[in-house]
């Protein structure tokens, strides 16, 4: 009976998902299918874009090496530099949010930490971190803390000024009228730059890989390029599609589940 229960709720989620999405899975089934097709007739050389079987019958192939190996480290390297990053990056908003001379002093900087492309600062890390875990991280921190910075440095401007002086005239403080104002105001600007973040991060820890490193898809895919293995380098791309798409459904569910009311009543009304 409990089962029960609980699979009627999932099969109308499931439902409910289906139909939201059916015009999505509709136009990507078509797209294989005309994708296989145009390799199928050899319009495009199968050594440049193989075909969508092909390369579900690499992924199979490699499937042990892919998920026991290289998919655990690139996660890894996704985890602690986004970890770090939503850390960073809280502490740097909040700081500059409270201290006009913070903003001044490091705002600069945060923007030019992103006008140096990723791809000459990794071997400075390689460099400095050799080929550990640690370089990957640095480059998934540098490209993932930027939209977390901004977005909630920006959300915490959110909100009527009229609302915090009323708090402060009720004898609020300083901290009352950020915790019980400024911070919920904050979170949908929050979310939405943690789910800019997660992105780079698979990005950043792709990079990290085809520059330096012994694991990892990115990895995967560079030593698969350099020996014309089209089929298993798609493969790699298509785990790392998959691990961007997975993380990015995560944030929103988390979004969803400790959003504001005021959030969700905008959302529903918009």
């Known amino acids: 009976m409990r089962d029960g229960n609980l699979r009627a709720p999932l099969m109308d989620g499931v439902k409910r998902w289906l139909a939201r999405y059916a015009l999505f ?36 192939e490699h499937r042990r090496l892919l998920l026991a190996t290289h998919l655990p480290a690139t996660l890894m390297e996704v985890v602690i530099g986004f970890g770090l990053s939503i850390s960073a990056g809280i502490a740097l908003a909040t700081g500059m949010h409270m201290n006009r001379s913070i903003e001044k002093a490091l705002y600069p900087f945060i923007v030019i930490s992103q006008t140096i492309p990723l791809i000459a600062l990794s071997p400075v890390f390689i460099l400095w971190f050799g080929y550990t875990l640690w370089s990957k991280v640095a480059v998934v921190f540098l490209i993932a803390f930027f939209p977390i910075v901004v977005s909630t440095y920006d959300g915490l401007h959110q909100g009527d000024p009229e609302q915090r002086e009323l708090l402060l005239t009720m004898g609020a403080s300083k901290w009352d009228n950020f915790r019980k104002l400024q911070i919920p105001l904050a979170l949908p600007s929050f979310f939405s730059g943690l789910k800019m973040s997660v992105v780079y991060c698979v990005v950043g820890a792709t990079i990290g890989e085809w520059l330096g490193g012994s694991k990892g898809l990115g990895y995967f895919s560079r030593r698969m390029s350099s020996s014309m293995n089209t089929d298993a380098m798609f493969a790699s791309i298509v785990l790392l599609s998959l691990l961007g798409i997975t993380l990015f459904v ?8 400790f959003g504001t009311p005021h959030h969700a009543g905008r959302r529903k009304t918009g």
Not at 38 to 44: E, T
Not at 250 to 257: D, F, G, Q, S, V
């Open 25 to 60: 899975l509709l136009l990507m089934l078509l797209l294989l299918v005309i994708w296989e097709w145009v390799v199928r007739m050899g319009w495009v050389p199968s050594f440049i874009i193989p075909a969508p079987t092909a390369i579900a019958s690499s992924l199979y």
């Open 250 to 257: 995560l944030i929103a569910w988390l979004e969803k589940r």
